[in-house]
């Protein structure tokens, strides 16, 4: 089932600003569910309560905020000119659903949140950083297939 990711919120200069949310589609029942980019939880969904993909985009005004959780957050540092950042785009939402309620995806474009790319040395994209607590567990620097993210994903799961 695909997954669907809608950003919903005010938007600024500088990227979103305020409350933002996505909506995910539910690949057990298919209802559609808003998810926040930061919770203190995990989504789940609001018919059936399965977990939710927890794929959210944000930006330096709510990254914090969206890396505040006890679960594994990949961080994909990209940018929409970049190719590589497009074909790794559709991994990480197939991985969004196979580690969903383990799993957080945020997506940051590193040309409206430069903060967030000194704050993590995006100096090539994609950057993909695996965090837990605010803590960098691994980094991943250019595109990578699914079988070699699922590789690196794994063992930081096991040791949570």
């Not at 997954?3 to 990227?15: C, F, N, P």
């Amino acid at each position: 089932m695909s997954l669907a990711i809608v950003a919903i919120g005010a938007k600024s200069t500088s990227g979103y600003r305020g409350s933002m949310s996505s909506i995910a589609v539910c690949p057990s029942c298919g209802t559609k569910n808003r998810v926040p980019v930061a919770s203190s939880g995990r989504p789940q969904c609001a018919s059936c309560h399965q977990p939710l993909p927890w794929l959210v985009e944000a930006g330096d005004a709510d990254l914090d905020a969206a890396l505040n959780t006890d679960h594994l957050v990949l961080i994909d540092l990209w940018a929409p000119w970049c190719g590589p950042c497009t074909m790794v785009a559709p991994v990480l939402q197939r991985l969004s659903v196979r580690y969903a309620g383990k799993v957080k995806v945020v997506k940051v474009n590193v040309d409206h949140n430069p903060r967030s790319s000194a704050r993590f040395d995006a100096q090539s994209i994609p950057t993909l950083v695996m965090t837990r607590h605010g803590a960098v567990v691994d980094r991943i620097v250019g595109a990578q297939g699914e079988a070699a993210l699922v590789a690196r994903i794994e063992p930081l799961l096991v040791t949570r």
